[in-house]
């Protein structure tokens, strides 16, 4: 299984953050799995963005729920981020991750997830 983050490594504040993990290995629709984004900010630890259910359920962070969208394209299995608005603050490496059975506390660390991105820099810069 291998999950491939991608988007451009670039964008301007105001603009949305549009990124890309591209699942292969594993249909994104298998029963009881779920889909998350999560970043690390540099010097800063991971921060939980949201999730999307095998079934299409999504949940956002209220931190970043007013800017977050979370979506999936199942015939290409691949589920996507949007973050409107971005600041500098959201300049980060965002992680694509898939995991069995969601828990109601948002799971934050690599080893807590069965599949893992390799990472994609994300930097907000005029």
């Known amino acids: 299984v291998q999950l491939q983050e991608s988007g451009p490594g670039l964008v301007k504040p105001s603009q949305t953050l549009s990124l890309t993990c591209t699942v292969s290995?594993?249909?994104?629709?298998?029963?009881?799995?779920?889909w998350v984004w999560i970043r690390q900010p540099p010097g800063k630890g991971m921060e939980f963005l949201g999730s999307i259910t095998y079934s299409g359920s999504t949940y956002a962070r209220p931190l970043f729920e007013s800017r977050t969208s979370i979506s999936r394209d199942t015939s290409k299995n691949q589920f996507f981020l949007q973050l409107k608005s971005v600041k500098a603050e959201d300049t980060a490496v965002y992680y694509c991750?898939?995991?069995?059975?969601?828990?109601?506390?948002?799971?934050?660390?690599?080893?807590?997830?069965?599949?893992w991105g390799r990472g994609t820099l994300v930097t907000v810069s005029s």
């Open positions: 991750a898939g995991n069995r059975n969601q828990v109601s506390t948002p799971l934050i660390e690599r080893h807590e997830y069965e599949y």
């Open positions: 290995g594993i249909s994104i629709t298998t029963n009881d799995y779920y």
